[in-house]
């Protein structure tokens, strides 16, 4: 897993959830708006119902934007067979789904030999303990916390145990929760110790984004802080 840094608050609007006709601008506002980096949906009809974008817009979106980071979220089949085509578009983050993959360390192998931080997921169903024997392997968790691939669903709030279990276990864990996650939720995501937030809807959505992003990392410095004062 990650090294020796302790965690530190990183907000990144789920950019699926904008104007996709407008993509460059809305992820510039996003960024503009405070945003730490973008989180980009990736689906490919299989793993998950829905078909979104694929490594031909992350390149086209990396020379508009050469110094934000794009973190891939892989709800996809066979995601070893994506990860050179991602890297060579410019992404930084690829997250794929345990769920999907058969053979988990060379999978990791393969993403860090590319050059992009290593980041793994699990659908609500999925037990925390999957992961365990690769631990050292990678740098981010990603937990879920409604059903990838699906719209409209509201934030599982018993994901929040996966969450703690690997903060108490793994302090150094860039860990990351996504869906459903917005200001009415963000105090009980940030106090069980996650500290990558996605937020689709909640931030993209909202007549001020940087009110929003500005609230969520509110939250999870608060959370950050108190957790170090108790150690």
Request: glycine share 8%; with cysteine.
């Amino acid at each position: 897993m990650s090294g020796h840094t302790l965690p530190c608050c990183k907000i990144g609007p789920s950019i699926l959830c904008a104007d996709l006709s407008c993509l460059a601008d809305e992820c510039r506002k996003m960024i503009h708006s405070g945003a730490d980096y973008l989180h980009l949906d990736v689906m490919d009809g299989h793993f998950v119902p829905n078909l979104t974008f694929g490594h031909p817009v992350v390149k086209c979106l990396r020379p508009k934007m050469p110094d934000i980071y794009f973190d891939m979220h892989m709800m996809v089949q066979n995601p070893e067979k994506w990860v050179e085509s991602m890297a060579d578009a410019g992404a930084n983050q690829y997250t794929f789904h345990v769920e999907a993959c058969e053979d988990i360390p060379a999978l990791c192998r393969k993403i860090q030999e590319s050059g992009m931080r290593v980041g793994v997921g699990l659908k609500p169903g999925t037990p925390v303990e999957t992961i365990l024997p690769y631990s050292d392997l990678f740098d981010v968790v990603l937990i879920m916390t409604v059903e990838p691939g699906f719209g409209g669903q509201s934030f599982m709030e018993d994901m929040m145990s996966k969450v703690q279990y690997l903060r108490t276990n793994f302090p150094y864990l860039d860990i990351e929760v996504d869906g459903g996650v917005g200001p009415n939720n963000i105090d009980v995501v940030a106090e069980a110790g996650a500290n990558m937030i996605v937020s689709g809807t909640a931030i993209t959505g909202a007549s001020d984004p940087s009110q929003v992003i500005a609230l969520l990392r509110n939250s999870v410095e608060n959370a950050i802080q108190k957790s170090q004062l108790e150690r």
